[in-house]
């Protein structure tokens, strides 16, 4: 009897909690005087959750800064809301509703192409401006998926460019590449948009040694490196890498014990490197790298600034995450100016054709048509090194404007 | 038989009391539930329809699919495809596509795979669903992750979806008419026969059922539902990528047939919403939530076996156990005496809802 009543009881409480969690008609709330409400749409769970912190902190960053000049424009203080889409398209879909619940009409995020997609689709419904900070697909502007939607990652054609450009000036004796890629068409496509690079720069045709694609996500690589140690001498070769993420430990760790990152002239890679670099504690192996942005290229003011802030509150430097989240912040706070509002409407109007400082030197213009963001791309050597900050140092820097 | 169907035979019969739950679903929920949640419960509904559909083949058939993400995936990729080069096609057109495309596929599949069963056949269908996943990467027009978008302009019979409050009126109406077909089937000849299938597959072939046959058509018209549910979902999210695909999304449905229970026609039903809604909830309180959510249906897939189906049941008996005895024993071997795998007893009403 007893027990039956602690069930009805914990199935009564169990089935209020969800009617009182989701009951009431939720109406949007409205923005409060002096305060613009702005989305920050992340995986904050899940395998990519170490990045998304990293992105959410230099929105914080973006908002604190903002915030201790007195706001945007001196009217509004910014009060960022953070979700969590899981990295699953159809939770971000409903995380979107949760903002404009909450009377968000600004917001940033999205981690990867089908996430801004769907961040993008679901924010059009309510037309609620959206910037996708992260992704960087060509497919989702020029024309833009929706009209609500802008994207400020810096594309893979340019991203390939740059670091074929950059091999080509910095190593021009390379005379051979070996390759791995994921087996997806951007990846293979970095490395077809580096070598044409590199051929312009060189003058020169250049040769591909060893070839292989693996399958995205694959975590076990043996068969290609043992096909990359039997390629014969490497002093002149250079390894290009067109994984990320897992892929990179993996590659990595498996590479290491054959002494194979030692032999190679160069090692470069179009994926993100610096938080793998910086997991290694100190004994990450040198890869020339390309993204954004790296915090130790950039000798402008306003990046120091950047910097300094972003270390004091979370003891680390920012990675091109937090940067791409501080840039988003920062487009929107000169578009909410440019407009006079935070009506949703007139910041997208605003934004269409927009410019601004960055603190990577080159600025950010974002096109009328396409609402496509052109900064810059920048590239590096990212090497382990305990006496550097966070065990990673970088070197050979070089910014790329993007036409 | 139930009161309701002792009652009214017809109404059972004809599953109009399906069609009524449904209805009055549709009309309640946009009364309480507004914004975000009532997004939820049109996720929850498409949902139910994908749980319904692994129960065709899970709990109805006896067939274990671990590869069911491959078809909610193809009824996806059909819409969007069809999107992209036939945009005017009615979206009711689609799902029809949607439905049939999976189940060719499904049938098909289906023929090869069940020259195996039990553990062998679940990894068929996993191979299958993670070769599909890896051609949205091989196959360009695919898009890989790119993916499609777009798909929230579909028009439905000559408009699109201009508000959630429509969407969610569109999907309850597609996912009622579903289960209602569902009902009939569980009802009819074909949906004996796949129990019977489930039960004991030698002594069905030995009735002159042909087994075979008959777990083609269970898998096909799972296929074809779980694709309808595929490409609801693509019109409710507006995108349609690789990840649709993935096990992860196999591995979720079946757990909300478990936690629902499928010895009972609604398990499934009640499984997907307390899935969606656990997901929800958990995760606007906490940042981890994917192990708290699993914490929570493991919880309650240990604690009740059958399901939150065989929750009232077991309160019944609980009660009953404690209270004065106010039955006689019944005699050994009646309905009473016989025990269901998790040691609780049948009542003859629960033992005519096993079936």
């Known amino acids: ?403 | 038989m139930t009161t309701i169907g002792r009652r009214f035979p017809v109404v059972t019969r004809s599953g109009v009391h399906v069609l009524i739950g449904f209805a009055v679903v549709a009309v309640l929920m946009p009364v309480f539930f507004g914004g975000s949640p009532l997004f939820t419960w049109t996720t929850a509904a498409v949902w139910v329809l994908f749980a319904m559909s692994t129960s065709v083949l899970f709990g109805w058939t006896g067939l274990l699919s671990f590869g069911q993400a491959a078809f909610f995936g193809i009824g996806a990729y059909t819409m969007a495809l069809i999107h992209e080069n036939r945009p005017e096609t009615p979206g009711l057109v689609m799902l029809l596509a949607a439905a049939l495309v999976a189940a060719v596929v499904a049938a098909v599949f289906a023929l090869f795979a069940l020259r195996t069963s039990g553990a062998e056949f679940a990894i068929l269908t996993l191979v299958l669903a993670q070769v599909l996943w890896l051609l949205t990467y091989r196959v360009s027009w695919l898009k890989g992750e790119d993916g499609f978008h777009g798909l929230f302009s579909v028009n439905i019979i000559s408009n699109p979806l201009t508000s959630d409050l429509d969407l969610w009126y569109y999907t309850i109406a597609v996912v009622g008419f579903c289960v209602w077909l569902l009902w009939l089937l569980h009802r009819s000849t074909a949906g004996m026969a796949m129990r019977a299938v489930r039960d004991d597959p030698w002594r069905s072939a030995a009735l002159g059922i042909n087994v075979r046959r008959v777990q083609v058509c269970a898998f096909a018209v799972s296929a074809a539902l779980s694709a309808v549910a595929g490409a609801l979902l693509a019109q409710g999210q507006g995108v349609v990528s690789p990840g649709m695909l993935s096990f992860a999304i196999s591995g979720e449905i079946l757990v909300a047939c478990l936690i629902g229970g499928m010895s009972r026609f609604g398990g499934p039903i009640l499984g997907a919403i307390v899935l969606i809604w656990s997901q929800t909830l958990i995760s606007n309180l906490l940042h981890d939530s994917s192990m708290f959510v699993g914490l929570l249906l493991l919880v309650i897939v240990i604690a009740l076996p059958q399901g939150l189906v065989s929750l009232p049941g077991r309160v019944r008996n609980r009660r009953r156990a404690s209270g004065p005895p106010s039955i006689p024993p019944a005699p050994t071997g009646s309905l009473a005496d016989e025990s269901v795998p998790d040691g609780s007893p049948v009542s003859a009403g629960d033992e005519e809802a096993l079936r």
């Open chain 1, 1 to 403: 009897m007893k027990n039956a009543l602690v069930l009805r009881t914990t199935v009564a409480l169990a089935l209020s909690g969800l009617v009182l969690a989701g009951c009431g008609k939720s109406e949007a709330g409205s923005a409060d005087e002096g305060t613009v409400k702005v989305g920050v749409v992340l995986p904050f769970s899940g395998v990519q959750a170490t990045i998304a912190k990293l992105e959410g902190q230099g929105a914080e960053v973006a908002a604190k800064m903002i915030n201790d000049e007195g706001g945007i424009d001196g009217q509004w203080e910014i009060e960022l809301v953070e979700v969590d889409d899981q990295l699953d398209p159809a939770r971000s879909a409903t995380v979107v509703r949760d903002l404009n619940d909450e009377g968000v009409q600004l917001a940033i995020g999205g981690q990867t192409s089908d996430l801004c997609k769907s961040s993008a689709e679901a924010s059009q419904r309510f037309n609620l401006t959206f910037i996708g900070a992260h992704c960087t697909s060509p497919e989702l502007v020029d024309p833009p998926i929706t009209d609500n939607f802008f994207m400020i990652g810096q594309q893979m054609t340019d991203l390939a460019t740059a670091i074929g450009t950059g091999l080509a000036k910095r190593y021009p004796d390379i005379e051979t590449w070996d390759v791995v890629t994921y087996d997806v068409e951007v990846m293979r496509g970095s490395w077809d948009i580096a070598k044409e690079a590199m051929e312009a720069e060189l003058g020169r045709e250049v040769t591909v040694g060893e070839q292989y694609s693996v399958p995205i996500g694959a975590t076990s690589m043996r068969k290609e490196i043992s096909g990359l140690v039997s390629a014969g001498d490497k002093g002149d070769r250079g390894l290009f890498l067109g994984v990320y993420g897992a892929g990179t430990t993996s590659f990595i760790q498996q590479a290491k014990p054959t002494g194979l990152l030692d032999e190679y002239g160069v090692l470069a890679q179009t994926g993100v490197y610096w938080p793998t670099a910086t997991a290694l504690d100190g004994e990450a192996p040198p890869i020339y790298n390309v993204h954004d942005y790296f915090y130790a290229c950039q000798d402008d003011p306003e990046n120091d600034a950047f910097v300094a802030e972003f270390e004091e509150m979370t003891g680390e430097k920012p990675d091109a995450g937090a940067y791409q989240s501080y840039l988003a912040i920062k487009l929107l706070e000169a578009a909410v100016t440019e407009a006079g509002t935070t009506d949703s409407a007139e910041v997208q109007e605003a934004l269409q054709g927009l410019s601004i400082e960055t603190p990577m030197g080159p600025t950010m213009d974002i096109g009328a048509e396409s609402h496509a963001g052109k900064g810059g791309v920048t590239t590096a050597l990212l090497q382990g090194d305990p006496d550097a900050p966070q065990g990673v140092s970088i070197t050979e820097c070089d910014v790329f404007p993007v036409d």
